[in-house]
């Protein structure tokens, strides 16, 4: 191998000193992931957007495994994505890299916020479902409320995702390549996001945000590995 090449091998990939704030925020990422994949195969049998007053009713009081376990995991995976925000913003290591990682940390703080609104309503009709049955104004409105804080959800996770893909790359962590992926990913979050009132309705823009989402947890997993291994693109 001539020293040409080896140098430039060096360039393109370089070693770096992995400290214990990197290690946190990759666990912390790739523990976030796992929340998510569990709470989303357990809800799987969950009501549809416009589902009826009875079908919500029904599922909460039948199926408290299936709800309840996902709201018990809910705060281990807002500590899971806050530990690897924060490992992400504290690696930025310039001012573009900086900046843009504040852009994802505040787009997180408003993930979590919606998400557990949506966690709110879902524990209401799970402790009190056989109450609230006969009133099924109330039911309807809970749901509805449910829906429409999932749709802005959306927006939150773009906003999330622009900002910490952008942070990455700025910061050598992954390839700048991977910014164009995640731009498409956030833009499907985003319009569905722009559609929440039809969403609720039972809209077919759910599908659109689900590409998002694969997009957002794809970049999560892959950003977590990297600060796991230590390496560094140049």
Request: proline fraction near 3%.
């Amino acid at each position: 191998m001539s020293v040409t090449t080896a140098v430039a091998q060096q360039g393109r990939t370089r070693p770096r000193v992995v400290t214990s704030i990197d290690r946190l925020a990759g666990v912390g990422g790739l523990a976030f992931v796992v929340t998510l994949v569990v709470q989303n195969i357990l809800r799987a049998n969950a009501p549809s957007f416009n589902a009826t007053p009875s079908q919500v009713t029904d599922y909460f009081s039948h199926h408290h495994t299936a709800a309840i376990v996902p709201l018990g995991l809910f705060p281990v995976g807002m500590l899971a994505i806050f530990v690897f925000v924060a490992g992400m913003w504290t690696r930025a290591s310039n001012e573009e890299s900086r900046s843009w990682a504040s852009v994802g940390a505040l787009g997180a703080t408003a993930l979590a916020g919606l998400f557990a609104m949506v966690n709110i309503t879902e524990i209401v009709l799970t402790a009190k479902s056989a109450q609230l049955a006969p009133s099924s104004s109330v039911i309807q409105a809970l749901w509805t409320m449910h829906a429409a804080a999932f749709g802005l959800d959306l927006a939150a996770i773009a906003v999330t995702l622009i900002g910490l893909s952008k942070a990455a790359a700025s910061s050598s962590l992954l390839p700048a390549w991977i910014t164009v992926l995640t731009m498409l990913g956030a833009a499907c979050l985003l319009i569905a996001a722009v559609f929440t009132v039809a969403l609720a309705n039972g809209g077919p823009w759910l599908t659109l945000g689900l590409v998002g989402f694969v997009v957002w947890i794809a970049f999560v997993v892959a950003a977590s590995v990297a600060l796991l291994r230590g390496r560094q693109i140049s």
